[in-house]
Antibody
């Protein structure tokens, strides 16, 4: 059974850097074809894909946020870390991590429970 | 503005059939990339509903079905039930701008 759980601060100040950790079990990020992605959802709004890292350390970023995002993995700890710089109140959202197979054209399944991050001074 | 366009809301009475459209372009759905669908019940994380245009994961009732044609895809729900009231999102791959995964803007399904 695959499970994922997000962790990190619930409140960050504007201009700060957000660091979120996704801790997973039930699969290995060293298995060919496997990836872990990050998706966020502002309150009452739609899902927005942020980034994805593959088993071979290949990385993908949302073009609109690429300059602010970094995704890394620690295979030995079964963790994926997302950092987002220069946080703004518009970045207030629930941040999800999710497992992905089948490369770039694949889907996300399952998802973590999500963690709400509020950006406010 | 989402890359994939969905109607903001749809509604139907119990037992009825509803469809939710997902319209893209030649750089995503129209290019042949698969469409996947998610159901998000209130206050919960999204759950995979349909993958690869028309495939149901284990445990998803056959009341849910997906299809794709041209630059659009559709999710159909038959025999509507109260517990189907949720937000539904489509997702695909877009080959523009270095390639990325894209979501639709979401559709709120109300069971009357």
């Amino acid at each position: 059974q695959i499970t994922l759980k997000e962790s990190g601060p619930t409140l960050v100040k504007p201009t700060q850097t957000l660091t979120l950790t996704c801790t997973f079990s039930g699969f290995s990020l060293s298995t060919s074809g496997v990836g872990v992605g990050w998706i966020r959802q502002p309150p009452g709004k739609a899902l927005e894909w942020l980034a994805l890292i593959y088993w071979n350390d290949d990385k993908r970023y949302s073009p609109s946020l690429k300059s602010r995002l970094t995704i890394t993995k620690d295979t030995s700890k079964n963790q994926v870390v997302l950092t987002m710089t220069n946080m703004d109140p518009v970045d207030t959202a629930t941040y999800y991590c999710a497992h992905s197979d089948y490369g770039d054209y694949g889907w996300f399944d399952p998802w973590g429970q999500g963690t709400l991050v509020t950006v406010s001074s | 503005q989402s890359v994939l366009t969905q109607p903001p809301s749809v509604s139907g009475a119990p037992g009825q059939r509803v469809t939710i459209s997902c319209t893209g372009s030649s750089s995503n759905i129209g290019a042949g990339y698969d469409v996947h669908w998610y159901q998000q019940l209130p206050g919960t994380a999204p759950k995979l509903l349909i993958y690869g245009n028309s495939n149901r994961p284990s445990g998803v009732p056959d009341r849910f079905s997906g299809s794709k044609s041209g630059t659009s895809a559709s999710l159909a729900i038959t025999g509507l039930q109260a517990e189907d009231e949720a937000d539904y999102y489509c997702q695909s791959y877009d080959s523009s701008l270095s390639g990325r995964r894209v979501f639709g803007g979401g559709t709120k399904l109300t069971v009357l």
